[in-house]
């Protein structure tokens, strides 16, 4: 019999790195300008997705024609999907938040919900840390 060893894959979540919003305001605003033609072509939409100073999700096509604010990020993906048509789309993800500065044609509520999403985001945070102290503690104490 041939026995082989069970990985597990970790569990840990990297490390993310908390930006204040008055940092928000010394960042540069992403240019959203046509992507080089050699590396995708003119015919392929290309939509930046992304996060805006509130938290909500952003997609935004690069050449301004449509753009639209989400809860969920795989909703912002799913739209740029969607908008891209038969021939797809690319997706780019800039590291700095922005805004939309289009119509929204996405979900007309997820910027009035967005203070509530991000209260419960911190509260389901704060709930796992508390967890975490306590399983962590209980390993404390080990009976001799």
């Known amino acids: 019999m041939t026995?082989?060893?069970?990985t597990i894959p970790s569990l840990r979540r990297r490390k993310r790195v908390h930006i204040?919003?008055?940092d928000h305001a010394d960042m540069p605003a992403p240019k959203f300008v046509p992507l080089d033609p050699s590396v995708v072509s003119d015919a392929i939409p290309a939509f930046f997705?992304?996060?805006n100073t509130t938290g909500v999700w952003v997609a935004r096509e690069a050449k301004g024609a449509?753009?639209?604010l989400f809860l969920l990020k795989s909703s912002a993906v799913a739209f740029a999907h969607a908008e891209g048509g038969a021939?797809?789309?690319a997706t780019i993800f800039p590291a700095e938040r922005f805004e939309l500065?289009?119509?929204?044609?996405g979900n007309?509520?997820?910027e009035q919900l967005a203070p509530l999403v991000r209260?419960?985001?911190t509260l389901s945070r704060r709930i796992g840390r508390f967890f975490k102290t306590l399983t962590h503690r209980s390993t404390d104490f080990h009976a001799s």
Do not use: E, H, V, Y
Request: aromatic share 4%; proline share 11%; with cysteine.
């Open 108 to 110: 007309p509520f997820a």
């Open 20 to 22: 204040t919003p008055t």
């Open 3 to 6: 026995t082989m060893p069970l």
């Open 101 to 105: 500065d289009l119509k929204n044609d």
């Open 66 to 68: 449509i753009g639209g």
């Open 49 to 51: 997705i992304g996060r």
């Open 87 to 89: 021939t797809g789309c």
């Open 119 to 121: 209260r419960a985001t």
